[in-house]
Every structure is written in C-alpha cells, then in structure tokens.
C-alpha cells in the first residue's frame, strides 16, 4: 500500500512540475519624490500571467537593506490582480524616512547614492495550487535627490 502510495506523490509531483506559472521580474526602482518626512522610491515588477484568466495577487512583502542593515520592510496587502495571457506591471511604493538616510550618511558619502539590495515576494493565489511565492532580488545603487 505504501508502495502505491509513494507512486502517486511520484506522478502528482512530475505532473505539477511541468505546469506553467506566473514569472516575475523586478525591472527597477527609482526616485519618486521628496516629502516633509521622507524619501519615496518605486519599485516596479512585470509579472507574465500564462493563463487566460486574471490571478489574483495575495500581498507583496518588500525589504530595502544597505549596508547589511534593513532600511525599510512592509507588505502591500491586496495589490489586485494580473490580467490574464498579459503582462501586468506592479509598482510597490518605498517611503524612506529622512532619519534612515542620516544614519546611512557613510555610505551616501561623496557619490550621493545608496548601494541597496531590495527583496520582494509576490504572492500569487493560483487555482487548485493554492498560494505560489516569487522571490525577486535586485541590487544597485539609488540616487538621492539634489538640492542644487
């Protein structure tokens, strides 16, 4: 019975490997705008839905470190969904309070950048798969607005 059993995992397990799914790709972040209290940065992710039906996305967690220290982490609940047999473009907003870049002010430095690495997770409900997670990882160097 065991041996049965185990043969079953063993098919389900191919089968569903073979299966299309949602590609990701974190294709930039950028300055937005300069508030009273903070820094924004977008971050934009195209996402290719092989299907023909929209999925909805479940939330997308976000984490900006420099450094090695965490700047900033949240989660974007409910962000919507991905059209179906299309490419859709996410934008997750990073708001970057001012404090934060004071205490980065060695690696700011002479360049006026930050050397960051941004990790997201998209999670996506897919039908009869349940909750499917893209990890997307991106390293480079944001520019800091100028007064001048």
Known sequence: MSELLEKAKNFVAEKVGHVKKPEADLTDVDFKKVSFGSVEYLAKISVTNPY????PICDITY????????????????????EGKDITVL?????VPHNILLTLAKDIGADWDIDYELDI???IDLPVFGNFTIPLNKKGA??????F
């Open 142 to 147: 944001i520019k800091l607005p100028s007064l």
């Open 52 to 55: 023909g039906v929209d999925l």
């Open 121 to 123: 997770g998209l999670t």
């Open 91 to 95: 934008e997750v907003l990073l708001k």
């Open 63 to 82: 984490n900006l470190k420099s450094v090695g220290r965490e700047i900033i982490s949240g989660t974007v609940p409910d962000p919507g969904s991905i």
